[in-house]
């Protein structure tokens, strides 16, 4: 068995048996081509008001940062002497690169320099030992979107568009591998602390999401939206917590099953905010770059909902949905 044939079948074997069958293959190309070419410009305003509700709060704290270790995009360059330059140069090229993207997005240059931009941000909030993800999920579609190829709205060579498709696909694969290991990592957490502290020093039980709190709360004492509530219903937070992993275990599979897409983005952004609500850590960015490909997902297709409830791992290998 080749690469391509294993490729082939792993793709078969995370695919559903609900397939979108309104329309011919040549029609539903050209359907799923005019719907990605709008999603790319609304990726691109996603962009935009990440830098405008992001970038531009942090810019006036990065001057005020010594940033005596810079992270290693910046280490060859004179940064004590230029950094006030570079980091107006990285918070002007993302925003002047992304309003223009939003118009023109078929310049790849434009591209590069959005990724280049949000690349630099990312180096310096994460510099001087700080470690920060809430903006990488953002990196991920934008670094993808740099292999689009010249195209636009008219064009009439089906490999063009084919090749538009496949690189809005490998963007949304992005973020649900980089959900999916999220998963792993938290599964990860569960066992390392069961190895290492036994049943009696590790809570996994139904009180999980309750001792996250407390531990958010011991080191940070911030105040949240949901008080006391996970105190008096630890269960329903044990159950919001094993949920996620579910969903975070599935999100590769949900790449493959694009009537599962919006399914995914609602989820993704009850998700965040619950993180906002239970632990008062805001993830807008992430939020963000979920809607930005999966808003005007260019191959989702409607299905009833209970399709979509039983079409979700491992409900699916029922195959109640099968006719």
């Known amino acids: ?30 359907e799923q081509y005019d719907r990605a070419i709008i999603g790319i410009h609304f990726f691109y305003l996603c962009s935009l008001i990440n830098c405008l509700s992001s970038v531009f709060e942090s810019w006036p704290m990065l001057h005020d940062l010594a940033l005596d270790h810079p992270q290693w995009i910046f280490q060859f360059l004179d940064w004590q002497r230029y950094k006030h330059l570079i980091i107006d140069l990285i918070c002007y090229g993302y925003f002047l690169a992304s309003f223009f993207a939003v118009f023109y997005p078929s310049f790849r240059w434009l591209r590069i320099i959005v990724f ?57 694969l992005s973020i649900c591998i980089a959900y999916e290991m999220a998963g792993y990592s938290k599964i990860t957490e569960i066992l390392r602390c069961l190895y290492n502290n036994g049943t009696q020093g590790c809570e996994f039980g139904s009180r999980i999401m309750t001792h996250m709190a407390a531990m958010e709360d011991i080191q940070y004492r911030w105040p949240t939206f949901s008080g ?32 599962l ?21 805001g993830f807008t960015p992430n939020i963000l770059a979920v809607i930005s490909v999966f808003a005007l997902s260019p191959f989702y ?23």
């Open 1 to 30: 068995m080749n690469i391509l044939q294993f490729l082939r079948k792993t793709r078969k074997f995370l695919s559903s048996n609900i397939k979108n069958q309104k329309a011919s293959p040549f029609k539903l190309q050209t």
């Open 261 to 281: 897409h919006r399914f995914f983005m609602f989820y993704r952004i009850c998700f965040h905010f619950g993180t906002l609500i239970f632990f008062g850590i």
């Open 301 to 323: 297709f409607k299905v009833p909902l209970l399709k979509i409830i039983f079409d979700l791992p491992p409900l699916t290998f029922f195959k109640i949905c099968k006719k």
């Open 116 to 172: 280049l931009s949000l690349l630099g941000f990312v180096g310096l909030i994460n510099s001087d030992g700080h470690g920060s993800h809430y903006m990488h999920m953002m990196m991920y579609p934008t670094f993808m979107f740099i292999f689009l190829p010249k195209f636009n709205r008219s064009t009439s060579y089906r490999l063009e568009r084919a090749k538009v498709l496949h690189v809005f696909f490998m963007a949304q």
């Open 228 to 259: 006391d509530f996970l105190y008096q219903f630890p269960w329903m937070g044990g159950i919001l917590y094993y949920t996620i992993i579910w969903i975070h275990l599935i999100s590769i599979v949900i790449a493959f099953r694009p009537h």
